[in-house]
């Protein structure tokens, strides 16, 4: 199995399975796609998460409570990937409890970052705008490029925020944040460096031959 040092498991695979990624990540993947979504605060508590992913996965939430709840409390509050962000009144049980509330949770700016680079979360777009809303200056440097990259190559500018959350992961920087893209010059990603040498080459091609080369690419792709 190929885990990461971070606790943080949404890339972990199996190391005889190919690219197959672990329960350990589908699960923290789950419970991030969830918190980044418009879902209401029940869906936010443990319980309702539970709730949530045991219904698409056709099993009793009983069954992975333990888990969300381990990955919640022990790795994604603890690195501030989430945070509370109420409580919800309860009508039964301990009349403590009644008065605490369940708590649920949001997405911090950390962890709007982890969503950005999971490609089964289906609102990246707003999740996109409201990372740079709380974005300081210096991370601001790289919106506009972004920015204008999301409206033609959202693909290509997803795979930017993944291959920069999988270098956290993989322990290849130390934190994800301040936001720098910088900090993957450092980082030897073949795929990167073939997609820098198109644009590169594409932008010197004459009209003719971009057509060229797009036409030929659509035979391929």
Not at 126 to 148: C, D, M, P, V
Not at 184 to 204: C, G, H, M, P, T
Not at 205 to 217: C, G, P, R
């Amino acid at each position: 199995m190929v885990k990461s040092k971070t606790r943080l498991a949404i890339f972990d695979t199996f190391k005889t399975k190919g690219n197959d990624l672990t329960g350990e990540a589908n699960r923290q993947r789950a419970i991030i796609t969830i918190l980044g979504s418009r879902a209401n605060p029940a869906e936010k508590t443990r319980t309702g998460i539970s709730q949530k992913i045991a219904k698409r996965q056709g099993i009793a939430w009983k069954n992975i409570y333990s888990g969300i709840f381990r990955d919640l409390d022990e790795i994604l509050l603890p690195m501030q990937i989430a945070e509370e962000d109420g409580r919800l009144p309860l009508k039964r049980g301990p009349k403590a409890l009644q008065e605490k509330g369940i708590p649920y949770y949001h997405l911090t700016k950390k962890g709007i970052l982890i969503a950005l680079s999971i490609k089964d979360v289906k609102n990246r777009e707003s999740l996109f705008e409201e990372f740079f809303s709380k974005a300081e200056s210096r991370e601001k440097e790289f919106q506009k490029t972004l920015t204008s990259l999301l409206k033609t190559s959202p693909i290509f500018t997803y795979s930017i925020f993944q291959k920069y959350v999988k270098a956290f992961c993989d322990n290849k920087m130390d934190d994800l944040l301040p936001f720098d893209l910088s900090k993957l010059q450092n980082i030897s990603d073949e795929s990167l460096i073939i997609q820098k040498e198109i644009l590169s080459a594409f932008v010197k091609l004459s009209e003719e031959e971009k057509v060229n080369a797009v036409a030929f690419l659509d035979k391929i792709t």
